[in-house]
């Protein structure tokens, strides 16, 4: 029997932060990393998944392999750990195999440094490697060159940039990203439905028209022609855009009681708020005007 390669190895996390923890654990890190928790996004962050007593080395390791996209945050302290930058070459083996494409897997974030200086080791980056560099005996030469290349490489891609930007916008956009290239359905509409591609056409041109208004879309015809089917494929292709989204199915017989299941359900899905205690449907209202108005 032919052993599994690493490219079909199922994933347990769909993304792992690699990040120096005193230039952003408890700012931008730690923002990024509850927005991606908040949108079902399976995230493995060193001090929240590593269990007590764990081998950090051997646990970090196999959380690299068990991960299918890397976010890695470039900031002016990076170069100085070399634990992120073994982590960085670990990322660099696992994403350089021959069925897997790194350029879609590994997303850098330069935190207010500049990616040829990440790329070329200049300025904190090429201080950090004076130091590494001190008194160096043949073994650790060649760690260090290996380090030197996994950033050259890492530089290279296509990354997202936090200078004097809004942080907020910058994690949004990495957000979209991370969904649009784990490539997830949020619900099952079928495969290589026929027409259906001319419907989300029409649909899409509609929203794009139209899109910091507040709207509704009619979609109407005789039963069982697929109008259900339509919402939730223009659903699947335009949620990620958006802060926060729902898909609710409703019907003219729904009662209070399901209301309030539904309101719940809305809130819960809009707002990533699991807390919110609703009672009844008229109490329901009001948070939802609060809350999305």
Known sequence: MASSSSSSRPHIY???LSFRGEDTRKNFTDHLYNTLIAYGVRTFRDD???QKGDDIKS???TAIQDSNLFLIIFSENYATSKWCLNELVKITECTTAADDQ??????????????????????????AFLNHEKDADQEKKELIGKWRI??????MLSG????????TEVIKKI???IITRLNRTRLHVGDNIVGMDFHLKQLNSMIKTRRDDVYMIDIYGIGRIGKTTIAMAIYNDISSQFDGDCFLQVDGKTSNSGLLELQKKLLESTLKDQSLA????????NVIKEGLC
Do not use: C, M, T
């Open 14 to 16: 769909d993304v792992f």
């Open 48 to 50: 929240e998944e590593l």
């Open 59 to 61: 646990g970090l390791s």
């Open 102 to 127: 790194a350029g879609k897997r590994v997303i850098p974030v330069f935190y207010h440094v500049n990616p040829r200086d990440v790329g070329h080791q200049w300025g904190s980056f090429q201080d």
């Open 150 to 155: 996994a950033l050259e490489k890492a530089a």
């Open 160 to 167: 997202n940039h936090v200078n004097n930007q809004h942080e």
């Open 175 to 177: 957000r979209e990203v």
């Open 278 to 285: 609703i009672h009844d449907h008229s109490e329901g209202i």
